[in-house]
């Protein structure tokens, strides 16, 4: 699938879209905001690009990452495998060792989206649970995995039936971005490492893609960061440094400030598992000490 492809895919399911330059695209995330993707796009927009988003998509905030520089430092990681060469013996030896239990515990395959419908909503579950995310201030899994989403492959880890763990992959034009859920059941059988291992010799060396992207560093305060960040390492991913940028609506700039910082933290003593609010504390707290553009 190339860009206009997947745009197509996106507007014809309802979801908001807007291609943007060299090849990116922006997509609605988290109800509020437009995320732009690929990732691993690192060039800054235009003031232009960001204007046409507004008026065309009526989002309160902008998201995407950037280069680092003087004037813009990092303070977030994105990470990405690029190696054409990926494999088992390129791995440290405790990955070698979990991976290898993994594809002898499980039978990984790519999956219909009705067998995740039918067989993943406990890793789901589990998932959001261990990241601090309430399962019923998410979208709920049959509405989330219910749709029809031709852009979606899935690789999913089996065992006696059940479905340990899965990756939702998107692929487009010549990247992957991958994200796992798995029950925590069968988390001592590494189940995670046998998928990721599979998708990115797949996508890297069987498909000679140019890159996989694993996701960016949490914004939210309270998060299992650390236990990721050490995951993704192991399985091959690098840390590459970034600037996460987050611009808000000229309409709605008025009121970032610390007022409305503290009310969304006092919502968050209330419902301290909401995702949104999770995801809007981070961005609030990120805007208001200058990681804009």
């Known amino acids: 699938m190339n860009t206009d492809e997947f745009y197509k895919h996106l507007r014809a399911g309802g979801s908001k879209a807007l291609l943007g330059s060299d090849k990116t695209l922006w997509v609605s995330h988290e109800r509020f905001s ?20 507004f008026r065309h998509c009526h989002a309160a905030m902008l998201s995407y990452a950037v280069m680092p520089s003087t004037a813009r430092p990092a303070n977030a990681a994105l990470y990405l ?3 054409p060469t990926y494999s088992l013996e390129k791995l440290g030896k405790h990955a070698r060792y979990d991976v290898r239990r993994g594809l002898k515990e499980f039978h990984i395959k790519f999956l219909e989206q009705s067998e995740v419908l039918r067989l993943g909503k406990q890793a789901y579950s ?3 649970a261990r990241t601090g995310l309430s399962v019923g201030h998410r979208e709920p899994f049959e509405c989330a995995f219910g749709r029809p989403r031709p852009d979606k492959y899935y690789l999913g880890a089996l065992r006696s039936e059940r479905l340990a763990a899965f ?9 992957v971005c991958i994200g796992g859920y798995s029950a925590d059941e069968f988390l001592p059988l590494c189940p995670n490492n046998a998928l ?3 998708a990115v010799h797949h996508y890297l060396v069987e498909k ?3 890159v996989i992207d694993y996701g960016l560093s949490s914004i939210q305060a309270v998060s299992n960061a650390e236990g990721l960040h050490r995951f993704k390492i192991k399985m091959g991913f690098e840390a590459v440094p970034v600037r996460r940028a987050f611009v808000v609506n000229p309409v709605l700039r008025p009121f970032v400030n610390r007022v409305s910082s503290a009310l969304v933290k006092g ?9 949104v609010l999770k995801k809007a504390e981070g961005a609030l707290r990120m805007a208001l000490q200058g990681h804009t553009q």
């Open 126 to 128: 589990d998932t959001l």
């Open 81 to 83: 495998c690029t190696d």
């Open 196 to 198: 990721v291992f599979h």
């Open 267 to 275: 919502m968050l003593r209330f419902s301290p598992r909401h995702p």
């Open 208 to 210: 000679k893609l140019r």
């Open 34 to 53: 437009m995320l732009r993707l690929p990732a691993c796009a690192l060039n800054v927009p235009t003031d232009e690009e960001i204007r046409n988003v």
């Open 167 to 175: 990756l939702q992959i998107l692929e487009v034009d010549d990247w």
